[in-house]
């Protein structure tokens, strides 16, 4: 069962990897909307440092967002999830793997690159380190609840767009709280306020890790028969 | 009734509240009986189009008893 | 073999609440509910923007109350009643769980656009702000809205009835976590939106005179809703039926 | 492998595709070691038959019962299913495909060379599925039959796009497989020149 | 369709893919009212050949001559390519899909129900292609070749999928095809029984 | 040839608006896009209404991006692309169709929708006018442009993102003239400079209603073979 749960995830990995799919790809739009954003708003630097960690955690969103359908689509449309679904790997843990295998190639490589990005958009410094801390709490939850609009999804053809949409609600209070912590940071009234948004995200985060796969493999039954 | 419907200088406010609620009220009424009407009218069609055979099929598929 | 039992149990459960059954029973109550309908709004209208007293507070605008709180309620309802009857289909495969609650969502959508309307009409003279969006309780009917459209959406999207309802059922139970951040985010965050005022433990503590056009108006959109619903849910049975025609027309199902 | 005497029985089977029924009242009985080969018009529900049996499409009314198994599995996870898409990633070459359903399915990942042998792709281990022909690709899906042991095996018209040698060499394994008590259910237009196998033909009155 | 003499003539051609020579030296002259069927196992450069006939395929080497045809339009532009994917849209009716064609193809969209007649879909008309069996959906792809009159028919292993009623309908619309005049180039692995064929047999000595 | 053109155009708005992947969607995706933004950078009012107009474009381009893939590779997956070409229609033309398509179930959409979301954001009223005349010069090159990248990454497998990624230096100026024409009306000095970025988007605008269906056409050419 954990070779199966292995073999599985490796396989993810090495496919997103070869379609550069992978985090490299993830990275560069990443890149390219947070380069687009100040072209948007103007060369202020003052206002781009205000909304710096906005702007960063929009993006992120973003990117998770628009690499949801590779999580079931391809899978579902050349008949591999069918003799997945065949194994002896309980769904809810195919979920697992598959949205493990969708943060490592899309969320943790944004969160390396994040601080990169923040120096373009003149982030203070004091504002990393929360910033990066709540990052890596909470982009499993965008790929956890991503899993559930992805597996409601699956076979709808042309679903990537519907996806997004029944996964934003989801992803709001991901967004707020995230924010949240860095901005309490960069506000300078850091402490409690900053921890307890830190915090709540971290509820959220564990809450996606039981839901996303509960959830997702429901969907996956209800749309794979 | 001048007075009525000043609402004590919020009429901007208090008129469009109702207005908007009448409308969407009258907006879902109608559209929802529009959309029984047409129905019921293809089922009707459709059925005098078929036969008796393919009638009790629908219904049976429908979990209807043909009545 | 589990499956196999599961499936006859809800096979005998359909007997008992066939659509025949139910077109027959909604077509003797629509009238009724219609004419109580338009009685109780209508009386609550009258008290609503005639017989009773501006606030001292708020003044005239306080007749927003009548259509904002009903609205907000219903629009609550309306998805509680959508999750429970996702409930229902997906755990006893119950043939009329998802007609009800594919017809529920246009309509809560609709309440929950009218609070979200009558709210931002409130918020302008109130608070001096149309939106507010670090407002907890604002953010969230914002995102109720977007939930009911993204049902509304996914129902449009799949082809296939069955597998669209159980779909967009699990879609609904998920959203359903929404509901309590609603109701109790007064209560958790520091919002400018004020906490409940009827819907209390300790009972409501709004003056009787303004308590009376919101209870009328209150019964009045919840019967609307029930009308309304009732008219949707059986459009939406002929809807399959004609499907279930056409596909029959179209051959294939000829040897039933 | 070890297959104690299997046996399959299908009683009373409906099967309904976007609210029409294809077909009701199916019943047949099958066990270890035979072979049963699905026939009709197409649209007769072969395909949809095939997908209830491996756990894929809903049962809409009847009971399947599959004895002499393992009792703690479903029949669909007792099962291989080869169906009308091949389930290749493009980008994974031939070995590494092999590989993965073996680790997934519940074999070590070595020894995958004896399947792509049986099925006359061992030359070809290092290409990506991309660069198959159709052929070649429906070889790699049957693959699995043969990289992971499975006792029923379901076919859904395994010899499209098979060149003669090919189809010949399906049928060996085919027969060796019901040799050692398997059990194949197969749809398929064409005689498969299979030695002793039940015939069903489904929906004779079908519209076609 | 007035087809003046047809005549087809391909002199030493190679195709090339993924960077390896898939057959080189390839020559075969046709003319109107004759079929050409290609054999030989899997890989050995069927579809590869029908790719290249119907402009979909760079040319790696060698000549194809077209004459008799309109002499402003290419070969593709005057042949019906039948390949292993199917074309269709799950979304759109057996109805719309095939009008869809007549019309973007260059005649008026009514007249549709007599291809779907010869296909025997006619009852399937208001369906959508999504609720389409393989054999069906099969049966829809090839409706273009009556829809919309063109001289050429480039088929790869056209009766994939199709029962015997259906592939003895197919052999009879290919027969009146070439009774017209027409021209027919087929890949296939079983015999099609069309009465005189002429055969094609490729890469005896590829690999298989 | 023109009964061809009207056919192709007429199926493709057919397909979007069945798939529920048409105008509808784009707009509820607009929709939610501009709602999380405030959430990124918080409910500062002033601050909203500055980034306004640079906020409405990220989102418009986001939506045109988003559904980019639409244009040609769901044609190419199922074979219909070979035969889309071996009609009688120059294949210019049938990239125009394509594009031509695309604008109509996603720009025109998002246009009509944007006032709606102006309000939302905050948007003094003067803004509208010219924003709304940048919309209607801008989205068309928006589908246009991405035609090219839609065509040159046709046949990738989930090639949707490396088109985004190509097609975003060239979303580049319209995004800036078309904020530049809106920011010039808020900003109180309008006029001149706003009629200036108006009349560069404008040749922006035809300048990708050429450049897309050669440029399309030569990247399909080039992938079909
Ligand atoms: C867009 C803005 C607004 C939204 C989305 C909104 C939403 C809601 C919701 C969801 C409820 C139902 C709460 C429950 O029953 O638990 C509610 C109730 C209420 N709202 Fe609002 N509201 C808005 C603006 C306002 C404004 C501006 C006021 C007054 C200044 C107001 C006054 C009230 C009152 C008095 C109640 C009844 C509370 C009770 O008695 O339980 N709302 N609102
Ligand atoms: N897209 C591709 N890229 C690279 N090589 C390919 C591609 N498609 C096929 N090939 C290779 O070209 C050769 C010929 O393939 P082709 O599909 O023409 O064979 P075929 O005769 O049609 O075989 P089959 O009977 O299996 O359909 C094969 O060896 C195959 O590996
Ligand atoms: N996804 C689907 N949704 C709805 N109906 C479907 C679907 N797939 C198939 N059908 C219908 O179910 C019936 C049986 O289809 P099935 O694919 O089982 O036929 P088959 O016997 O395999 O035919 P073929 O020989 O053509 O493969 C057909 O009439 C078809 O129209
Ligand atoms: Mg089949
Ligand atoms: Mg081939």
Redesign the interface.
Known sequence: MTRAFFALLARDLRLAVRLGGGGGMAVFFFLVVISLLPFGIGPDRELLAKVAPGMLWVALLLAALLTLDRLFQADYEDGSLDLLTMGLLPLELIVVAKALGHWLTTGLPLVVAAPLLGLMLNLPGEAYPPLILAMLAGTPALSFLGA?GAA??V??RR?GL?AS??V???Y?PVL?FGVGAADAATGGFAGEAGRQSLLLLGAVALASLV?GPL?GA??L???L? | MAE?FH????AL??W???G??LL??V???WQ??A??RA??R??ET??K??GG?????????????P? | ?A??NM?SAA?RF?AYA???RFMALSARLLMPLAALTALLTGAGLWFA??ASP?DYQQ???V??MY??VP?AWLAMMGYGVMAVASAVA?IFRH?LADVCAKSAA??GA?FT??AL??GS??G??MWG?W?????ARL?SM??LF??Y??YM??W????????AA??A???A???SI?LPVIRYSVVWWNTLHQPASVFRMDGPTIAPSMLLPLGLMGAGFTL?FVT?LL??M??E???????????????????? | MTISELSLSVRDLACER?????F?GLSFSLRGGEALVLTGSN?AGKSSLLRQLAGLL????G???FEGGDPELSLGEQAHYVGHLDALKPSMTVMETVSFWRTYLGSIPEGADTALEALGLAHLADLPAAYLSAGQRRRLSLARLIAVPRPVWLLDEPTVALDAASVARLVALMTSHLGQGGMIVAATHLDLGLAEARQLRL?A???T
Do not use: C, K
């Not at chain 2, 055979?53 to 008893?65: F, I, K, L, P, W």
């Not at chain 4, 809903?58 to 009314?61: E, F, K, L, M, Y």
């Open positions: 559930i409601l999804t076979g709808v679903g519907l949409l029944l934003m609600p989801f709001v707020i839901l959830g429901a969907a039954r209800a749309n028969r | 009525f609402m004590g200088g919020y406010f208090v469009p509240a109702y908007a609620a969407v009220a907006a879902l009424i929802s009986i959309d029984y129905q019921a293809l089922v459709l059925e189009a078929a055979r393919v009638r009790r099929a629908a219904h049976r598929q429908s979990g209807e008893d009545s | 073999m499956g196999m499936i096979q359909h066939n659509p025949a923007l005639a501006p003044g005239e605008t007749r927003i259509v904002h609205s997906l043939p246009p309509i609709a656009f009218l309307l009558t009409l409130w302008a003279p702000t939106w507010e969006w670090g407002d953010v914002l995102v977007f939930l459209l993204g959406a996914l449009a999207t799949i082809e296939e009835p069955v597998r159980r779909a059922a699990v879609l139970l998920v959203g929404n609307l309304l008219v949707r059986r459009a049975i002929l809807r399959r039926r004609v499907r279930n025609l056409r596909l029959a027309q179209a051959g294939g199902a000829g040897e039933v | 976007g609210g029409r029924l294809v009701e649209g809903d049962v809409a009314q009971v399947m019962a929906g009155e079908a519209l």
